[in-house]
T-cell receptor
Framework: GNSVTQMEGPVTLSEEAFLTINCTYT??????LFWYVQYPGEGLQLLLK?????DKGSNKGFEATYRKETTSFHLEKGSVQVSDSAVYFC???????????FGAGTRLAVHP | DGGITQSPKYLFRKEGQNVTLSCEQN?????MYWYRQDPGQGLRLIYY???????QKGDIAEGYSVSREKKESFPLTVTSAQKNPTAFYLC??????????????FGPGTRLTVL
């Protein structure tokens, strides 16, 4: 079946540290891949996306590259801030439908 | 400002009561969705609607019902048949999902607690 697996959290970092949150997927066909962010008590916001192999999505200093050979879409940021503290969800969408399949989410806590 | 509103933010109900969660959007989107979020889990799709007067079951539709009488509105009823209704409920919308990269926009969510 189609699924998304994320690294378990929480991830705790100091401000200005390098961030990696791993995401791998299983899918039939060629999915589009997404990272969503959820700040405390709020809904989800789209952070970045990639629609085909080797595409790199980027936004607000975050990046993720669609790696078909490793079925991965790892989220990275070179220097995190306290304001980046949130839960990050990796998701995939298969062509023809707008149904999103989400990973379990990874909580990031950044300390000053 | 365009967006999705969900009300109320917090909702408490007694076990055995039906409860309806509101979702309204003024983005002129055709498609709307309801997700459930439980601690430590990703979002799971309950119901979705691609057009007015039409909707389909998602992965966990049992114990829930929806209606789509207006384009802007997609209320979700949590019935007494839902065995574990306490959760965070998120509504989303998108333009018609017929191909293309149609981002889903999410509302702020309603936290339902059944006592």
């Amino acid at each position: 079946g189609n699924s998304v697996t994320q690294m378990e959290g929480p991830v705790t970092l100091s401000e200005e540290a390098f961030l990696t949150i791993n995401c791998t997927y299983t899918a039939t066909g060629y999915p589009s891949l997404f990272w969503y962010v959820q700040y405390p008590g709020e809904g989800l916001q789209l952070l970045l996306k990639a629609t085909k192999a080797d595409d790199k999505g980027s936004n607000k200093g975050f990046e993720a590259t669609y790696r078909k050979e490793t079925t991965s879409f790892h989220l990275e940021k070179g220097s995190v801030q306290v304001s980046d503290s949130a839960v990050y969800f990796c998701a995939l969408r298969l062509g023809g439908y707008n149904k999103l399949i989400f990973g379990a989410g990874t909580r990031l806590a950044v300390h000053p | 400002d365009g967006g999705i509103t969900q009300s109320p933010k917090y909702l408490f109900r007694k076990e055995g009561q039906n409860v309806t969660l509101s979702c309204e959007q003024n983005l002129n989107h055709d498609a709307m969705y309801w997700y459930r979020q439980d601690p430590g889990q990703g979002l799971r799709l309950i119901y979705y609607s691609q057009i007015v007067n039409d909707f389909q079951k998602g992965d966990i539709a049992e114990g829930y019902s929806v209606s789509r009488e207006k384009k802007e509105s997609f209320p979700l009823t949590v019935t007494s048949a839902q065995k574990n209704p306490t959760a965070f409920y998120l509504c989303a919308s998108s333009i018609v999902p017929a191909g293309g990269e149609n981002e889903q926009f999410f509302g702020p969510g309603t936290r339902l607690t059944v006592l």
